[in-house]
């Protein structure tokens, strides 16, 4: 007999399921409807929301989260008002759902089209951030799949508000309250159980840390679809404009250290580096007083401009600061910087600024990156920028999906197949 | 320091990786010139192939494989010229790589372009038919993959002799020759190293029976992509054309029922069963002799009849017999049969035979299968037949490839973004 968590934990994938299958079909109206009444509840019960919030909040402040971590757990009326207004922009995005990718009909008389569906279950396993609650559930709910959300101890009572706020917007219009479940509890052992119900769930993404994502994908039977971090790297080609370079790395890097796609390794060609370096690293430095890691060859040009740096460990080429640090390297050619980036990026983003086509070319080609860009700050890579009008994430996998993903990236496909009685020789 | 092994096949994918990353940008001429040098080589090598495979039979008869099995195994000059002549087919096929998915252009004037692009290094485990290791290196090379090859120890000899050909064939041709390589060991522990090289292979597609399946699905941190069982079911509707219910029966399951598209599961109407059962036992009994395992409402309606049947057990209901074998149940609504499948089906390919266009169009958009077909039979669906050119398998999972596998499915795509010096606010 299994232990009673196991248990609980599969009947909430088994009525996933069962939820899964009814809302495949369900008509785009019908989701939409739910969405809005979703947006309603989250701004009529605010004082209900931002109690649960003052619970973790007080515990958070107990625990001795840092400042920032608790900012990042603070629920607000106006954040609410925010979250209620994303709601109802996803219910305005198209119906991912039915629609056709492609169509053929074979010699023998069979018409085939592959149309777009819900992948099934989707597991999302998340840390902090309460909205992530709100934003996986409309997402998999305009897809037309079931979510299974697992947040983080941190954020317990704000998800557990969320999560009734969801049932109850689903069951009001008609459709399976279990079509977004969170699992009530905060016991590892649960995700661990859940990791391995592959009969029943069709794909799991963990939302966080390297190590939950890392524990996910080493514990999980069923398909993971990664969002590892943003080592993204900035190069400055020989022939680069140089205050569109200046400009670049300076957004890149500055505009918003803490998020995946901000810069993290500036590469300059060594052509260019004794002009540009030192104007950059000014600049770096005006606007966010930017620590600069440096190889040997590019401290020996700032040092000679009297500009302050720090020498670069080994480690440092292949970490996401998230932070006002950027690693510096000077590269001999457009084959070395290609090289460099796909020994040591993320394979999240990457661009190169140059007025040179061909070099731009060479690189958009043979840079193996999610997203590649050409005089453009890496600051764009994400599903908003892309138009995708929603994002779930960013996936640093290379199947399923690459890089932002929206709703269509939240579907599978399935082949139907229309005859007049064909049978196989 | 890591065991010789270890150490041994971290080098196997390390070079993989290598080789991918050349891969990715060679030109399609010259990833053809490489299979019709191959092809040539397979025919003027026949010798050295028999010679090869010879000591591989040898050792099955020794260890006792049955008749069926040896069958299997072995290479005759017939054989190998219809496999030179596949690898022809494949240098014949377009190539995926470079394929504009979609484009757009942002209101800040960024130019994005999603692009299909190989996934990188892919790992294939398969056991017996030694054509294997011949057709997943021919179709990851002309999508420009990297493929490390793992076949079964059954063959060792045959495929140590094909990748031997496979390296000249790409040497030859200025290709990289790590682009394919075979593990040159069948011991186990190989396959448990490479299962954790997540960091260099980006995709592991294990074929085979269902223990292997499981392995490599328990035991990898590299995304898999499975290949499980087909238990697909055939449907017959009340309104179906009994005539055509007839031929679509007897093709799905006694054309070829060694195979994953064959029907296992037969599922009929109430309202025609006693019309319909018996002549299609009798059709079935005369095509070859099937088994047919009945629910009690089936059994009683054949025993009518006087026509041979067995009781089904539970188990008969969700099992691949891939023999001569059918379970028949009776279903009392589309609904029922729509539900039944979704429970019982490996979610590989199931059709309907019904001339109620509403009824099958309900059936297409419930059953959450691969595959779903209106009047014709399961055996269509594989990459051929579904015009994909060539197949590498059949998902049975809903990330990336749903159902046939073709050369597209064994990319993926990448985000191009042109920009003028775009920076974000």
């Not at 679809?225 to 790395?249: P, R, S, W």
């Not at 890496?378 to 960013?394: K, N, Q, V």
Request: glycine share 6%; charged share 20%; hydrophobic share 45%.
């Amino acid at each position: 007999m299994p232990a009673p968590l196991e248990a609980q934990i599969l009947e909430i994938a088994q009525n996933a399921r069962a939820a899964s299958l009814a809302l495949a079909t369900v008509p785009t109206d019908a989701k939409n409807a739910a969405l809005h009444e979703l947006a309603r509840l989250l701004e009529t019960h605010s004082d209900a929301l931002l109690a649960a919030n003052a619970r973790d909040l007080a515990a958070a402040t107990e625990n001795g989260l840092t400042h920032a971590q608790i900012d990042r757990l603070t629920l607000t009326t106006d954040r609410l008002a925010k979250l209620a207004q994303s709601v109802r922009e996803v219910a305005a995005l198209p119906d991912p759902v039915g629609e056709l990718l492609d169509e053929t009909t074979r010699p023998n008389g069979l018409h085939l089209r592959r149309v777009r569906v819900p992948i099934g279950v989707i597991a999302i396993v998340y840390e902090a951030r309460p909205n992530v609650t709100i934003d996986c559930a409309i997402l998999c709910l305009k897809s037309g799949n079931a979510a299974i959300l697992r947040g983080g101890k941190e954020c317990f009572h704000t998800n557990t508000a969320f999560a009734a706020l969801i049932t109850r917007a689903l069951a009001t219009s008609g459709l399976p309250p279990a079509a977004a479940q969170l699992i009530p509890t905060t016991d590892r052992s649960a995700l661990t159980h859940l990791l391995r119900l592959d009969a029943l769930v069709h794909c799991i993404i963990p939302r966080g840390g390297e190590s939950l994502i890392r524990f996910v994908s080493e514990n999980s039977t069923i398909p993971v679809i990664k969002h590892y971090n943003g080592i993204c790297f900035v190069t400055i080609d020989q022939a680069a404009n140089l205050d569109m370079a200046e400009q670049i790395i300076v957004n890149a890097k500055t505009s918003r250290p803490g998020v995946c796609n901000a810069a993290e390794q500036l590469l300059v060609h060594r052509a260019i580096a004794e002009t540009f370096l030192p104007r950059a690293a000014q600049a770096l430095i005006k606007a966010a007083n930017v620590e600069l890691r440096c190889d040997p060859a590019s401290a020996a040009i700032l040092a000679s401009a009297n500009i302050p740096h720090t020498a670069a460990t080994e480690a440092d080429y292949r970490t996401e600061f998230l932070a006002q640090t950027l690693a510096i390297r000077i590269v001999d050619s457009l084959e070395d910087a290609i090289a460099t980036i796909n020994r040591d990026s993320s394979g999240h983003t990457e661009t190169i600024v140059t007025a040179d086509k061909a070099a731009a070319e060479k690189f958009l080609a043979a840079v193996d990156s999610a997203a590649v860009l050409w005089n453009a700050s890496t600051r764009f890579s994400d599903g908003y920028e892309f138009g995708l009008g929603a994002e779930i994430g960013i996936s640093t996998d290379r199947l399923h999906a690459r890089g932002p993903m929206g709703l269509r990236e939240l579907c599978t496909y399935k082949w139907i197949g229309t005859g007049t009685g064909q049978i196989r020789d």
